[in-house]
Structure formats: C-alpha cells, structure tokens
C-alpha cells in the first residue's frame, strides 16, 4: 500500500483537504528549513527560491497546477523558500492517487526548466515579454500594470538592470504608464545657501 508522510507538526496546523490558502505578493508560503506541506497553485505566480551562500537565488517560477513544497510528503523540511510574486491562492495537495501526483510533478519540472531558461537568456525584450506572458498565466485574468510585482522584483527574475525592465515595460505596455518608486524629496537647508 502506498502512503504519502506528512510531517507530524505540519499536518496538525495543515489545513483541511478543502480549504484554500489566498496569498498576498511578498507572502511567503514556505522557508526553506521550515517544515511545511505540499501545495497545489490555483492562481497567481510563486517564486521558489534555494538559500545560497546566505541569499535567496530564484530557481523557478510556478503558476497556475503546478505544485510546491513536496518535501512534505518525505517528513522533510522545505528545501525552498516560496514567495507570492502576484496575489495567489494555493490548496493543499496530497490526497490524489500518487502516480498521478509524480507524473504531474515530472511535466512540472520539465517546463519549468524550459521557463527559467526564457527568462535568463535572450534579449531583454524577449526576457520580459516571457515573463509578462507568464504572469498573465498565472492570473487567469488579462495583465494590469498595476498587478505587477514592483520593478525591482521584475528586474531579479530576468536578470537584468531595473531601468532595462523598466524600458522594455513602456514597449510592451505602451498605453499603461510605469510606477516608479518614490524618491525621497532633498531637504530644503535651513538659511539657505551662501
């Protein structure tokens, strides 16, 4: 007979096979180290990250099906961190018949990979276009600007500067005019200047 291990702690606070996990972006899902359970993506767009030399490094992006957090069912800690990139909602994942579950993971990884390889390589255009493509996905809606994750965020999961993002943006979304961050005003001096 086959059996899928939860880890004890986690399975006490998991949620029930029903309930539904809305996310904001930022939010993280899983750290890496921490246990945690299995979760299927219903909408949105997750970043998986491995801690490396003391920092996150972006290993993939999973969207909408694809699954996160399968260390769980070895009774292991999450090897990753999952974050929001946009508002997202996750269902607990686990109670399907495995081989399912395995071949399901199986594709996953593979577009995955052929993802992540879009959005390092290339000209930048291409990189966001892929993105944007990919976020749209993960929406289940038609892409907003004011949807996207901040410029910054954008820049890291293409590799590139934020102000090529930030180009590339006005290019693909022309009509939709580009948030930048506030820059903090400089101080008038008091006496003025001699």
Do not use: N, Y
């Amino acid at each position: 007979m086959d059996m899928i291990l939860l880890p004890t702690r986690a399975a006490a606070a998991a949620p029930r096979a029903h309930d539904s996990l809305k996310l904001r972006p930022d939010e993280v899902l899983l750290r890496a180290g921490e246990p945690g359970r299995c979760w299927r993506i219903r909408r949105g767009t997750l970043r998986v990250e491995r801690v490396t030399d003391d920092a996150l490094t972006l290993i993939q992006l999973a969207g909408p099906g694809d699954g996160v957090g399968f260390e769980a069912w070895q009774a292991e800690p999450s090897a990753c961190t999952v974050t929001a990139v946009t508002a997202a909602e996750v269902e607990p994942w686990g109670d399907d018949e495995p081989a399912r579950v395995l071949a399901a993971l199986a594709h996953q990884q593979q577009r995955q990979a052929v993802d992540m390889a879009g959005l390092r390589s290339g000209p930048a255009r291409q990189r966001v276009a892929r993105l944007l493509g990919l976020l749209a996905r993960g929406r289940g809606e038609p892409l907003e600007r004011r949807a996207l994750p901040q410029l910054k965020d954008l820049a890291a999961i293409v590799d590139s500067a934020p102000e090529t993002v930030c180009r590339e943006l006005r290019r693909l979304l022309p009509s939709v005019p580009v948030r930048r961050a506030r820059r903090p005003r400089a101080r008038a001096l008091a006496g003025g200047v001699a």
